[in-house]
């Protein structure tokens, strides 16, 4: 199980109510039992004492774990490494019955501050076990792991009047904002960067239309990587799918705007980066057509593939964001939906069933010869890795031992790239992008965001998931991510692509599907 603190001390005695109220026998017994594998990260008894079976609770501000098994999934995700040392102040023990008893302790972490810990026991089969469980813990002033830095706000909108009003940004650590400097993800380029002169474009566009800066979000580091794990700071939290990861690159974004720490969540998408976190985490996104909005200062990773994109917690502001940050466009284009089977075929079964559960009624079914799919996706991926080092190698060959080991070995195959390599790669990601815009035409295509719902830590899904957010990258295209449930309750989403410059047709067009299906 997942351990919030660690004991200092001795426990102080539990509460002894009146004799006829006194603890069932072997109560506080196997409560000290808990708290001493607490102490000693004992996952196997920790695991011992939650009860068995699929109604079992254990909930704290991460989210709401059912069942057993997903309450020890969590725990040998590493949750418990994290526990802090506490020292419980209260204890006390309610008897409901000889085989029930509820117990609450107030406990003060060596940290400061108060938390407080609720469990329901029942005895199964002879032994105490716990049935439900809720954890509290003092909130920390500032979760490093979804924050680089923030304020109240940290920048102040320049037009209070803006049709952006009221709204608050996350911003990815690879743009500039003025007077801060662009840590991307990695202490060592944060060490050597100087503090930005301006606002890189898009953010000065939304500081013009009303909106406020919150802070600047985490990012994988460079931006390379879809987990949204970063090794140096930790991996933003999921709250929509607890203990689960958030996606990434875009990770500290979406998770600020999951926990309603902003409204807006300012990113980057090169080959899923917007649209993954936006699938793991239950929100709207886009993935703007390549070059529709302007890069200016926004660290690139793979010049020519990367693309601006956003994340809100609702269609009708990812639209409105849209009005501020897309160029003029012509709208009112083919709506036809196009569900294409090899497509949805590439999901996890749980995906493609909440999938076709939504398409509306009118979408036709149209077959793709992708028997080439994975010679593109190889092929973007060496491209990308090629521009990436191409971008960034000088400076980070005397330097790669400063990375996580992901993206070190992703940044080390990209040194060992050819110039034949590339250029044999970058013709074929030319060609893949060139029937991927025609296999698109006019209509819009309806594929999942994500192969998978978020996984736990450790899972590896990457190859599967690029195989799906390749497509857009390759032709170009904007991409609008939609929110779903699996029949599990775990978010999910469906991906809306139409062919460049298209972008307010899909905003459109999700935010009245939205409407419909609210």
């Known amino acids: ?102 117990v609450v302790a107030v406990t003060e972490p060596a940290t400061g501050g108060r938390g407080q810990q609720t469990q329901l026991w029942a005895r199964v089969a002879h032994e105490w076990r716990i049935t439900a469980a809720h954890i509290s813990v003092p909130a920390p002033a500032l979760d490093r792991s979804v924050w680089r830095i923030v304020g109240d706000p940290l920048v102040p909108s320049t037009d209070p009047d803006g049709t952006l009003s009221g709204e608050t940004v996350a911003v990815k650590d690879l743009y500039a904002v003025a007077g801060q400097r662009i840590g991307a993800g990695t202490p060592e380029w944060l060490q050597h960067a100087a503090p930005e002169a301006e606002h890189a474009d898009a953010v000065r566009l939304l500081l013009d ?44 974004s979406a998770s600020a705007v999951s926990l309603g720490h902003a409204s807006i969540g300012l990113g980057t998408d090169t080959a899923g980066s917007i649209r993954v976190p936006a699938a793991y985490q239950g929100l709207f996104g886009i993935r703007t057509t390549t070059g529709a909005v302007p890069t200016g200062g926004v660290l690139p990773l793979a010049p020519g593939y990367d693309a601006v994109g956003w994340l809100t917690r609702s269609a009708f502001l990812l639209r409105a964001v849209g009005d501020v940050l897309l160029p003029d466009q012509a709208t009112g284009g083919d709506e036809t939906l196009v569900v294409v089977p090899e497509l949805l075929g590439l999901a996890a079964p749980d995906v493609a069933e909440a999938i076709r559960a939504w398409i509306p009624e009118g979408a036709r079914e149209e077959h793709w010869p992708l028997h080439r799919l994975d010679d593109w996706v190889t092929a973007l991926a060496t491209d990308q890795g090629a521009r990436a080092w191409q971008v960034h190698g000088e400076w980070l060959a005397p330097r790669m031992d400063t990375l996580g080991a992901d993206v070190r070995q992703r940044f080390e195959n990209a040194s060992r790239i050819t110039p034949e390599q590339a250029e044999a790669a970058r013709t074929t990601a030319a060609d893949a992008g060139r029937m991927v815009r025609d296999l698109v035409g006019d209509r819009i295509v309806v594929l999942p965001s994500a192969p998978t719902v978020a996984p736990h830590p450790g899972e590896h899904v990457r190859g599967t998931t690029r195989r799906l957010t390749s497509l857009a990258t390759l032709g170009g295209l904007p991409a609008v991510s939609l929110p779903l449930r699996t029949a599990r309750g775990l978010p999910t989403a469906v991906c809306l692509v139409a062919a460049p410059g298209r972008d307010r047709d899909l905003l459109d067009l999700a935010t009245r599907l939205s409407e419909v299906n609210a």
């Not at 802070?215 to 607890?242: F, Q």
């Open 209 to 252: 239309a009303g909106a406020e800066i919150r802070g600047i979000a985490r990012t994988v580091e460079l931006a390379y990587g879809l987990t949204g794990a970063n090794a140096h700071y930790g991996t933003p939290p999921n709250p929509r799918a607890p203990h689960r990861l958030p996606g990434g690159s875009s990770s500290g």
């Open 1 to 102: 199980m997942p351990a919030a603190f660690r004991m200092v001390g001795s426990m102080t005695d539990v509460s002894q109510p009146p004799r006829n109220l006194q603890p069932p026998p072997g109560l506080v017994e196997a409560f000290r039992a808990y708290e001493a594998a607490l102490m000693a990260d004992d996952r196997a008894t920790l695991d011992r004492l939650f009860a068995p079976g699929e109604t079992t609770l254990r909930g704290d501000a991460a989210g709401l774990l059912v069942g057993h098994d997903a309450i020890g999934a969590a725990a040998s995700g590493g949750e418990q490494s994290t526990a802090q040392q506490r020292r419980l102040v209260q204890t006390h023990v309610q008897t409901i019955d000889d085989d029930h008893a509820l």
